[in-house]
């Protein structure tokens, strides 16, 4: 069973940047797509960035495009994401997630519900 604990959160200003990582447990990892979600206070959780299992694709919410990027290194069995030109409107929790079913439609990753190993969250706050 795949297991996930994130780090990386903080605090920082407008215009900043951050990196979370998301560490997972389990030699099945590197067959799980990854994916991140955020979760900002009075909202409902919302998709950030998945990559595939082989790391060949990577999809992105057009709110993050261009200023986050995902990653991960199946050596070390971490995935990250890479947020720069951060805002005050990313303030949120984030989660890591992975999800051991190849959807028929990419565009499944977008959905909570794709994905059956979820991490706890770590917080990020940009300040203005």
């Known amino acids: 069973q795949v297991q996930l604990v994130e780090s990386g959160g903080g605090l920082v200003q407008t215009g900043g940047s951050l990196r979370l990582s998301c560490a997972a447990s389990g030699r099945t990892f590197s067959s799980y797509a990854m994916g991140w979600f955020r979760q900002a206070p009075g909202k409902e959780r919302e998709f950030v960035a998945v990559?595939?299992?082989?790391?060949?694709?990577?999809y992105y919410a057009d709110s993050v495009k261009g200023r986050f990027t995902i990653s991960r290194d199946k050596s070390k069995n971490t995935g990250y994401l890479q947020m720069n030109s951060l805002k005050p409107e990313d303030t949120a929790v984030f989660y890591c997630?992975?999800?051991?079913?190849?959807?028929?439609?990419?565009?499944?990753?977008?959905?909570?519900?794709?994905?059956?190993?979820w991490g706890q969250g770590t917080r990020v706050t940009v300040s203005s």
């Open positions: 990559i595939t299992w082989s790391g060949g694709s990577t």
């Open positions: 997630a992975a999800a051991s079913r190849v959807p028929y439609y990419s565009s499944s990753y977008w959905y909570a519900d794709q994905y059956n190993v």
